[in-house]
């Protein structure tokens, strides 16, 4: 079974920080690049952040460049989105999904998300 479990999320303030996690089971991780979307309400879902063992490529949104990290642990086959200096626009749903490659356009797999609130 195709599993992906997304944990991390959660209250914050506004210029603090928080590291979402992914973790993958039921398919073949090197294959696949692991990547972050957000939904926030009445707003269209953003592609954030992708790493690819494919191609050893990452992709940040512009929105989020400088601010935000994405890594992997090929070990756990769990992927890493440590946010800093949080505002209050990225007060979201964060998904995890795995695709073909980055950015992530399309994808095989998603996750049930994590629910990450900024606070003023």
């Known amino acids: 079974e195709v599993q992906l479990v997304e944990s991390g999320g959660g209250l914050v303030q506004a210029g603090g920080s928080l590291r979402l996690s992914c973790a993958a089971s039921g398919f073949t991780f090197d294959d696949y690049a692991i990547g972050w979307l957000r939904q926030a309400p009445g707003k269209e879902r953003e592609r954030v952040s992708c790493?690819?063992?494919?191609?050893?490529?990452?992709y940040y949104a512009d929105s989020v460049k400088g601010r935000f990290s994405i890594s992997s642990d090929n070990a756990k086959n769990t992927v890493y989105l440590q946010m800093n200096s949080l505002k209050l626009e990225d007060t979201a749903v964060y998904y995890c999904?795995?695709?073909?490659?980055?950015?992530?356009?399309?994808?095989?797999?998603y996750g049930q998300g994590t629910q990450v609130f900024v606070s003023s």
């Open positions: 999904v795995a695709a073909p490659g980055c950015p992530p356009y399309e994808y095989d797999y």
């Open positions: 790493i690819s063992k494919i191609d050893n490529s990452t």
